[in-house]
């Protein structure tokens, strides 16, 4: 089965470096835009409320992975990649101090991918 997001070995290595240094009890939210860009945010819990207008999308380096509603509509024919690039990312996500961010990239799902995918009604 064709995974909703998945992580480069560099991503993981990055959420690994923050487990290590915050606890294993991350997460990640997709952002939409505004202050915090268009990027993975990896939070703390409590950091930010899930809640019904929130699709899951699967896990990431064993930490869970949301993104909006309507954003969701919008990308849900691409599996989105996390990665990571050097530099500063939102100001929100924990990898900040870290002089590196996380970066989404995707690619549009094939077909049978997304037949498969609607089939088991994700």
């Not at 991350?26 to 939409?32: D, N, W, Y």
């Not at 380096?61 to 990649?81: D, M, N, S, V």
Request: with cysteine.
């Amino acid at each position: 089965m064709v995974d909703r997001v998945v992580a480069t070995p560099a991503a993981l290595a990055l959420v690994a470096q923050l487990q290590a240094q915050h606890g294993p009890q991350l997460m990640f939210h997709q952002s939409g835009g505004c202050c915090d860009n268009s990027a993975a945010n990896c939070l703390l819990p409590g950091e930010i409320t899930i809640g019904p207008g929130d699709v899951y999308l699967g896990d990431i380096g064993g930490c869970p992975f949301y993104i909006g509603r309507a954003q969701y509509e919008t990308w849900k024919h691409t599996q989105l990649i996390i990665d990571v690039i050097e530099g500063t990312g939102g100001t929100f996500s924990l990898e900040g101090s870290t002089g590196k961010a996380f970066h989404t990239r995707s690619r549009v799902l094939t077909t049978g991918e997304m037949a498969e995918l609607d089939q088991i009604g994700l």
